[in-house]
Each structure stands twice: as C-alpha cells, then as structure tokens.
C-alpha cells in the first residue's frame, strides 16, 4: 500500500486527488511545515519537500510530475492518462511537465517573499514578472481548453486536469482572480470540484471552495 506524505493544500493535493480518482489503496500522512523541513522526513525525501510517495518496498518517490507519470504507469487500467505509448500520451506528457517545470514554479514566485531577492523593491518586482510570465502559461492552457475542452485532453478527464486545478487554487493575486481573466479555466476547475470522488478530499485540504487557499 502507497504512503502519501501530505501537506494540506500544497503540492501533495494533486496525488491524494488521484489516488482517490483512481480508487488505489493508500494511507494518507498528513505533516505539518515543520515536519517536512525536519532531518528524519529527508531521509525519505531529500528534498524536503512534499507530495512524497512511499513505495511498498520502502523506497520514496518525489516531484509530483514523477509521481503522476508513475501512477498513470502502474494503474494504466483506471484510464487517467491516454494509453501509454500513443501521440496523445506525448501531448498529454508536454502538457505535464509544462506546468510542473515552467508554471508551477514562475508562479510560486508570484506570491513574493523569495530568498533570491536582494531587497525588498527586487523582491515586489520579481513577484510582479513571475505573475506575467504565470499568464503566459495560463493563456496557452486557456487557449487549449477554449478549442479542444472540456478538458485539457478533449472530451476525456485526466490526471492533468487535476494538476491544472491543483494550479489553478494558488492562483495570482487570488484564485478569484485568476477565473475571472480565464474562463475556460474556471469551468474545468468548477468541473474538477464537482467531482464526487473529490469532494471529501478537497473538504480535508480546504479548497473545496474557490479562495480556500490563503493568499
């Protein structure tokens, strides 16, 4: 059985979402901020960082794309990527690793407060490119969603959907704010919420509601 190491609403909320999704036994760990920084959770994770997936061998798995790819791989059978191998996996795997490698972190950015700042006025400016840059990705999966929708691989859910909305929550310079310049993307996340699957899940991260996640 899977061991998810979870942090309410941070990165972590995209794999609880499809372990539920995909009905996959699991045991939920929920951790605190301190507890992710501490030594004995870098022993599993040596990044310090969640989602972590503890494997039944005791080994770990990190980064949430990695830990999508290898779900989708392992339970092929719950339909929640198109089937491996296929040109619409490779879309289906640009699409992924571009809001994991290009999105998710411009936008971390956006919220201010990053250690690479000099001063306080570097600091507010980096915040202020890193929410453009943001819309630049969110314009290319809004465009997507306005032509091939409802969801980002057409008629069909899948693990990306969930990963968007995981986005879509830390939204700049509030999720509210990020349906109205997008709607496309509201539609999916009102679409991800509605999931009945889903909805216990986002209650125990709080974002069940839109502005669940403290800007």
């Given at each position: 059985?899977?061991?998810?190491?979870?942090?309410?609403?941070?990165?972590?909320?995209?794999?609880?979402?499809?372990?539920?999704?995909?009905?996959?036994?699991?045991?939920?760990?929920?951790?605190?901020?301190?507890?992710?920084?501490?030594?004995?959770?870098?022993?599993?994770?040596?990044?310090?960082?969640?989602?972590?997936?503890g494997l039944d061998d005791g080994r770990t798995l990190y980064?949430?794309?990695?830990?999508?790819?290898?779900?989708?791989?392992?339970?092929?059978?719950?339909?929640?990527?198109?089937?491996?191998?296929?040109?619409?996996?490779?879309?289906?795997?640009?699409?992924?690793?571009?809001?994991?490698?290009?999105?998710?972190?411009?936008?971390?950015?956006?919220?201010?407060?990053?250690?690479?700042?000099?001063?306080?006025?570097?600091?507010?400016?980096?915040?202020?490119?890193?929410?453009?840059?943001?819309?630049?990705?969110?314009?290319?999966?809004?465009?997507?969603?306005?032509?091939?929708?409802?969801?980002?691989?057409?008629?069909?859910?899948?693990?990306?959907?969930?990963?968007?909305?995981?986005?879509?929550?830390?939204?700049?310079?509030?999720?509210?704010?990020?349906?109205?310049?997008?709607?496309?993307?509201?539609?999916?996340?009102?679409?991800?919420?509605?999931?009945?699957?889903?909805?216990?899940?986002?209650?125990?991260?709080?974002?069940?509601?839109?502005?669940?996640?403290?800007?």
């Amino acid at each position: 059985m899977y061991k998810l190491y979870n942090v309410k609403a941070w990165g972590s909320i995209s794999i609880h979402c499809l372990l539920e999704e995909m009905e996959v036994p699991y045991t939920n760990i929920w951790m605190t901020a301190e507890q992710v920084k501490a030594p004995e959770f870098r022993e599993l994770n040596p990044l310090g960082m969640v989602p972590a997936l503890g494997l039944d061998d005791g080994r770990t798995l990190y980064e949430s794309a990695a830990i999508v790819t290898f779900l989708i791989a392992a339970h092929a059978d719950k339909g929640m990527s198109p089937p491996l191998g296929s040109d619409d996996y490779g879309e289906f795997m640009s699409l992924l690793h571009m809001m994991s490698t290009e999105l998710y972190p411009i936008n971390s950015l956006a919220f201010g407060g990053t250690p690479f700042a000099q001063t306080a006025a570097h600091d507010a400016f980096i915040a202020d490119t890193a929410r453009d840059r943001a819309d630049f990705y969110w314009a290319l999966l809004e465009k997507r969603l306005e032509a091939n929708g409802p969801w980002l691989m057409g008629d069909a859910f899948s693990a990306i959907d969930i990963y968007a909305f995981m986005l879509t929550i830390w939204g700049r310079p509030t999720e509210q704010a990020l349906h109205d310049r997008f709607p496309a993307l509201k539609k999916l996340a009102g679409a991800v919420r509605a999931r009945p699957r889903l909805k216990a899940v986002l209650e125990s991260h709080g974002v069940l509601e839109i502005g669940g996640y403290p800007n």
